[in-house]
């Protein structure tokens, strides 16, 4: 169903591809807009659970989007530094392929916002309960529940990180 990556040697092993996705502060999500145009649109996102989260009000064009057709790809780029002298960039991204849907269970909606205030908010606990608390009702988690993901990275960055593993090794 999904593609093989065609530069394998580029491929980022899982756990990496699972940090990257758990640094990464922010992402592109894209939805089938109307029209047949694509709609891309970036945002700030959580990885936990195995599962994407961000939050959303509960109206507006992405809220529709999604209710409509929940088919996602949603892609971070955690480097992206380009080397002029030798004509290339090193990256590392990650794309994600799921289905987005609103979460509707108030455990699991809570947990993502806890995340999310984790993640963007360390050391304002509090503040960020609060928060919580006076924007519940009015505020939308959306999760996406991964079907396919790819890591991938620059042949120079791959190359450096094996080479620095097998030292540690010794």
């Known amino acids: 169903m999904f593609r093989e990556m065609r530069r394998a040697n580029q491929l980022l092993p899982m756990e990496l591809t699972e940090d990257v996705l758990r640094r990464a502060t ?3 999500l ?3 807009g109307e029209n047949s145009y694509p709609y891309a649109v970036p945002l700030s996102y959580v990885y936990g ?3 994407i989260y961000f939050h959303s009000a509960t109206s507006g064009y992405k809220f529709d989007l999604i209710q409509a057709n929940g088919m996602v790809s949603f892609c971070v780029i955690e480097q992206d530094q380009i080397v002029p002298e030798e004509l290339t960039t090193y990256f590392r ?3 994600v392929f799921g289905k987005a849907k609103v979460i509707r269970d108030e455990q699991e909606k809570r947990r993502a916002l806890e995340l999310l205030s984790e993640k963007y908010s360390p050391g304002y606990e509090e503040k960020s309960r ?3 608390e006076r ?11 991964i079907d396919h993901v790819t890591g991938k990275e620059a042949r120079e960055l791959a190359k ?3 080479s620095s593993s097998s030292s540690s090794k010794q």
């Open 30 to 32: 894209a939805l089938e």
């Open 49 to 51: 659970n195995g599962k």
């Open 93 to 95: 991204s990650v794309i």
């Open 135 to 145: 924007n519940w009702d009015n505020v939308c988690i959306v999760g996406i529940e």
């Open 26 to 28: 922010a992402g592109v």
């Open 160 to 162: 450096l990180r094996k």
């Open 130 to 132: 609060l928060s919580i």
